[in-house]
């Protein structure tokens, strides 16, 4: 078993970053793979940025250039870095882990998640 716990959210302005982290706690976090997703109001969860165990990485292209996904296996730890936010990135953000230590896209794909945190870019 996983846990997950996100952190960093919160209300910003329109051309600010941010850093979301990602605690993870449990068993062979370094075999999996990890991943972001982001859900705003009235939509679905969407993908938004997953490393492999390899250290294979792929972003949506909404988010491309301007997001970073990262992990420090010694620290349980795996992050999402936010610059240039714009209004539509409003959503709550969810970490996920993958048993399967690839790089997949789909909500139904991920084992494990965090509870989610909310980041607000105001324009």
């Known amino acids: 078993q996983v846990q997950l716990v996100e952190s960093g959210g919160g209300l910003v302005q329109a051309g600010d970053s941010l850093r979301l982290s990602c605690a993870t706690s449990?068993?062979?976090?370094?075999?999996?793979?990890t991943g972001w997703f982001r859900q705003a109001p009235g939509k679905e969860r969407e993908f938004v940025a997953t490393?492999?165990?390899?250290?294979?990485?792929y972003y949506a292209d909404s988010v491309k250039g301007r997001f970073t996904i990262s992990r420090d296996n010694a620290k349980n730890t795996f992050y999402l870095q936010l610059n240039s936010l714009k209004p539509e990135d409003t959503a709550v953000y969810y970490c996920?882990?993958?048993?399967?230590?690839?790089?997949?896209?789909?909500?139904?794909?991920?084992?494990?998640w965090g509870q989610g945190t909310k980041v607000t870019v105001s324009s």
């Open positions: 449990g068993r062979a976090f370094n075999t999996y793979a």
């Open positions: 996920a882990a993958d048993r399967v230590p690839l790089c997949r896209f789909g909500v139904h794909s991920y084992d494990y």
């Open positions: 490393i492999a165990r390899s250290g294979n990485i």
